[in-house]
């Protein structure tokens, strides 16, 4: 039996309180209003039944990283992938782990003349990459989403 794979896009808020929890709603709501969408983030998920093996880039994890997290409807909407994408995510995560989350390179998806970081990683352009996409610098979240909708 193969695993499902989607795209998985975050359109949640951090719960909690503290200034933590502030920065990362502020960081989410600012990355929704530039990005033109309801997404701040992206992963590309491998279904355990009901556990999702996720692979990423996260700010909030410091850069590259493979994380198990149960995914509710109310924070994510998954869009469904090729099998295939299970592999290309694997082996991307292994190429690339250890690598530091891209904080300047992030504002590529939206300014073009600002190219990412050698090396580190955001978020959608770590899944662009994975999922083959030519120029993935240029991906937010919600370009994704409308690729993959």
């Not at 989607?6 to 990005?35: C, E, P, Q």
């Not at 999702?52 to 410091?62: I, K, M, P, T, V």
């Not at 989350?101 to 662009?128: H, I, K, N, Q």
Request: hydrophobic share 35%.
């Amino acid at each position: 039996m193969t695993n499902k794979v989607y795209l998985a896009l975050y359109k949640g808020k951090k719960s909690g309180k503290g200034m933590n929890v502030l920065a990362a709603r502020l960081s989410d709501w600012l990355i929704r209003k530039i990005t033109f969408g309801d997404y701040s983030h992206c992963e590309i998920t491998i279904d355990l039944g009901g556990k999702f093996e996720c692979y990423s880039a996260s700010l909030r994890d410091g850069g590259v990283r493979r994380k198990l997290i149960y995914l509710t409807n109310e924070k994510w909407d998954l869009l469904s992938l090729e099998p295939e994408m299970a592999k290309q995510a694997r082996s991307l995560y292994r190429q690339t782990l250890g690598a530091k989350y891209d904080t300047f390179g992030v504002l590529a998806a939206v300014l073009p003349r600002v190219s990412s970081s050698r090396g580190r990683w955001f978020c959608s352009e770590w899944c662009a990459t994975a999922l083959g996409l030519d120029k993935p610098q240029t991906y937010s979240p919600n370009d994704l989403a409308n690729k993959f909708k």
